[in-house]
């Protein structure tokens, strides 16, 4: 019973640490490739790159607690060996440097989100500027495109007026509001001049405000995206806190690989 014991003890530890080992493993595969092609002096690089570290965090969290949990077992049936005590010594130093790079990685990547934000709300207030200037009346683009549209509208509406069946067809078919506007312009022409101008001269306003209301679609949604990226920093520093006490914890109680011999 005890040798069947010690067997299923022993399967089950080297599977956790393999399974540990694997996932330790596969997440500095993760971020070596996720580093290429290396830009640190670009801030959106360091933003996308630090906010997949903090993403992927977790795994080798899990994989260290996997792997100290193998160690245990093995510690437990009295099957730790050398190179078992050399193992927990590495998770432990993996542990401790993974939560001093999380604890160097919070900052940086709170600072990186606060400084994107304002240039991305400068660029935004700046293009919305530049926007409602190319909208304005006394801008001469705006005016030509104007007297344009003043233009083909009136032709649209006199070439009506000129065709008694398509003006029929068209009150008929038109809802009331437009339908009626149709019976004055037939009734009195004059009044197409100064409605066409009313319409016109609205332009430039409606585009204004349609601009505005662009710009703070654009800006909430900049805001919402800041409060998910300081999110990612509140997980990196419990990330840092995870590895840091696991790592202590290693040290205290003999990270070193070197069992204690117990008091009989």
């Known amino acids: 019973m005890k040798a069947s014991s010690n067997s299923i003890s022993s399967l089950a530890a080297r ?52 792997l100290l949990g193998g160690i245990w077992i093995k ?37 990186d989100t606060v400084r994107a934000r304002t240039q991305l709300l400068a660029t935004l207030d700046r293009e919305a500027k530049n926007a409602e200037e190319q909208v304005q009346l006394d801008n001469p683009q705006v005016q030509a495109t104007l007297d344009r549209q003043r233009a083909q509208f009136k032709a649209q509406i006199t070439g009506l007026l000129d065709n008694p069946e398509q003006l029929a067809q068209a009150i008929e078919q038109s809802p009331e509001q437009q339908a009626q506007l149709l019976r004055q312009f037939q009734a009195n022409p004059n009044e197409i001049d100064s409605f066409i101008d009313q ?53 205290q109680f003999g990270g070193g690989g070197k069992r204690k011999k117990r008091r009989k």
Do not use: C
């Open 15 to 66: 599977s956790l640490q393999l399974v540990g080992l694997i996932m330790i493993v596969s997440f500095i595969i993760d971020i070596l490739i996720l580093a290429m092609p290396p830009n640190p002096l670009n801030r959106q690089w360091r933003l996308g790159y630090t906010t997949q570290l903090i993403d992927r965090g977790v795994i080798p969290l899990v994989g260290i607690v996997l």
């Open 75 to 111: 510690d437990a049936s009295g099957m730790l060996g050398s190179k078992q005590g050399l193992l927990k010594s590495a998770a432990v130093f993996t542990s401790l440097i993974l939560g001093i790079v999380y604890v160097l990685l919070v900052p940086l990547h709170s600072i």
């Open 199 to 251: 319409q016109i001269g609205t332009l430039p306003d409606r585009a204004q405000q349609r601009i505005r209301e662009r710009k703070q679609e654009q800006a909430n949604q900049i805001q919402v995206n800041t409060l998910k990226s300081m999110s990612q920093s509140i997980n990196g520093g419990l990330l840092a806190v995870g590895y840091l006490g696991i790592g202590l914890a290693g040290v």
